[in-house]
């Protein structure tokens, strides 16, 4: 497998709670050529390159709502609602339901009862933390709908992130891979896992349609992605 030369232009696309801002501190350390992607939806080129980092979708969401939620509770996200009362709206919104839980398996636990009822209240709620909506298919969607196989160059999974960037870029990074995520991590009951794993679903589509590209483009991803049982190594 060719590695990735600095000198070789591509696109970085960062999904968010992945262990994407070690993978760009490196990347920039390095003077590597690439435009960045980050919440923001890749531009499609016919002849363009792609690096993509991922993650087991129902750990991406833990981090997420672990991180928003020491933003909020440090004080260190705060809006003025006299600028803009529709955005205050709705980071408020996002604070209270984060701070109603005390964590993100009590969370997801309560979607089994609205999901047998056919209401999705909780489903609607969550979609306004940080990360939670900006996900794999919102990135990735129409991109692997419009380019080759042979375009991703790259993928590195979080959960062997610096094996995967070694094997890819040929040297380990220097930088230590931010663990808040891992050290406030929250244990995912097996009905927590179900929970998320419905609503989610589509992100599990995308994951395994991004691993056959990677494979067909000779550079296969180091894990798969089960809605049951996580993040698997390949």
Same mark, same amino acid.
């Given at each position: 497998m060719p590695l990735l030369s600095p000198d070789t232009p591509f696109n970085f696309i960062h999904v968010g709670k992945c262990g994407g801002s070690t993978v760009l501190s490196e990347l920039r350390a390095k003077d590597y050529r690439?435009?960045?992607?980050?919440?923001?939806r890749p531009v499609v080129n016919p002849k363009g390159r792609?690096?993509?980092v991922v993650r087991d979708p129902l750990e991406r969401f833990v981090s997420a709502f672990n991180w928003r939620k020491h933003l909020y509770m440090d004080g260190k996200l705060t809006y003025d609602k006299q600028k803009n009362q529709l955005i205050e709206l709705r980071h408020s919104t996002e604070r209270e339901l984060l701070l109603h839980f005390d964590n993100a398996n009590a969370l997801a636990e309560c979607l089994g009862s609205e999901l047998r009822q056919g209401i999705n209240t909780t489903? !609607?709620?969550?979609r306004l933390i940080g990360h939670v909506s900006t996900g794999f298919q919102w990135h990735l969607d129409s991109l692997l709908d419009n380019?080759?196989?042979d375009q991703i160059v790259a993928v590195i999974c979080m959960e062997r992130l610096s094996s995967d960037f070694e094997r890819h870029m040929g040297f380990y990074p220097s930088l230590t891979l931010? #663990? #808040?995520?891992a050290t406030? !991590?929250?244990r995912l009951s097996e009905e927590s896992r179900t929970n998320l794993a419905?609503?989610?679903k589509s992100e599990f589509i995308i994951l395994e349609k991004l !691993? !056959?590209? @990677?494979?067909? @483009?000779g550079v296969p991803m180091s894990m798969r992605y089960d809605p049951k049982f996580g993040a698997i190594p390949n």
């Open positions: 690439f435009e960045y992607f980050h919440v923001r792609y690096m993509i489903s !609607s709620l969550m380019i080759r196989p931010n #663990r #808040r995520q406030d !991590s929250t419905h609503e989610f !691993s !056959s590209f @990677a494979t067909l @483009a």
